[in-house]
């Protein structure tokens, strides 16, 4: 079956953290690179990392230097690990494979809302 099951969102201020977990179906996460992507109120939804099965990563431009990618084999699972979070990083977060998702499974999403 196929399953994307993302956690982990919340309601932080400017500069905090955040840990985000992505639980997947094998048929989704076997062999393939997997990625998070999020949406933001009003705007369409963007790759903000992804991750080959041998760990290669790749972040887009906004993010570097304070979001890391990381993924368990042995529990299907993809994380994202935020740090120095900025009000415009509010959006709900999901994940999908990379750097073509499943178009027509997504997941519930999580909500990240950064705000004092």
């Known amino acids: 079956q196929v399953q994307l099951v993302e956690s982990g969102g919340g309601l932080v201020q400017p500069g905090g953290s955040l840990r985000l977990s992505c639980a997947a179906s094998?048929?989704?996460?076997?062999?393939?690179?997997m990625g998070w992507y999020r949406q933001a109120p009003g705007k369409q939804r963007e790759l903000v990392a992804g991750?080959?099965?041998?760990?290669?990563?790749n972040y887009v431009g906004s993010v570097k230097g304070r979001f890391t990618i990381s993924r368990d084999n042995a529990k299907n699972t993809v994380y994202l690990q935020m740090n120095s979070l900025k009000p415009e990083d509010t959006a709900v977060y999901y994940c999908?494979?990379?750097?073509?998702?499943?178009?027509?499974?997504w997941g519930q999403g999580t909500q990240v809302t950064v705000s004092s």
């Open positions: 991750i080959t099965s041998s760990g290669s990563t």
């Open positions: 094998e048929r989704i996460f076997r062999s393939n690179a």
């Open positions: 999908n494979n990379y750097p073509t998702p499943q178009y027509y499974y």
